[in-house]
Nanobody, 121 residues
Framework: QVQLVESGGGLVQAGGSLRLSCAAS????????MSWYRQAPGKERDFVAGIRWNDSTTYYADSVKGRFTISRDIAQKTMHLQMNLLKPEDTAVYYC??????????????WGQGTQVTVSS
């Protein structure tokens, strides 16, 4: 059983920065892909950025590429999302996700409760 807890959300002005954190517990993470998703009111939950737990492979949505940076701290089992040059369009609830993969197949998906990010104009 994997537990995920997000933190670091808040209210910022356009052009500002926030750093989100996701603390994980309860599993071994070498076979996990971890990522951030976001969901704005009335919208689908969309992929933002992802990272494989045990290597440096990262992925970004085009809308955040060059502004957001995903990283991991293996010892603390914590994932971070550094968000710079924030735009009002980035306003959403941000969710931490952990996907457990076996043989190329998803065998488990875990989500945190989310943290609100609001960017004012």
């Amino acid at each position: 059983q994997v537990q995920l807890v997000e933190s670091g959300g808040g209210l910022v002005q356009a052009g500002g920065s926030l750093r989100l954190s996701c603390a994980a517990s309860g599993g071994t993470f070498s076979s996990y892909a971890m990522s951030w998703y976001r969901q704005a009111p009335g919208k689908e939950r969309d992929f933002v950025a992802g990272i494989r737990w045990n290597d440096s492979t990262t992925y970004y949505a085009d809308s955040v590429k060059g502004r957001f940076t995903i990283s991991r701290d293996i010892a603390q089992k914590t994932m971070h999302l550094q968000m710079n040059l924030l735009k009002p369009e980035d306003t959403a609830v941000y969710y931490c996700n952990a996907d457990h993969m076996v043989g190329g197949l998803l065998t488990g998906a875990y989500w945190g409760q989310g943290t609100q990010v609001t960017v004012s104009s």
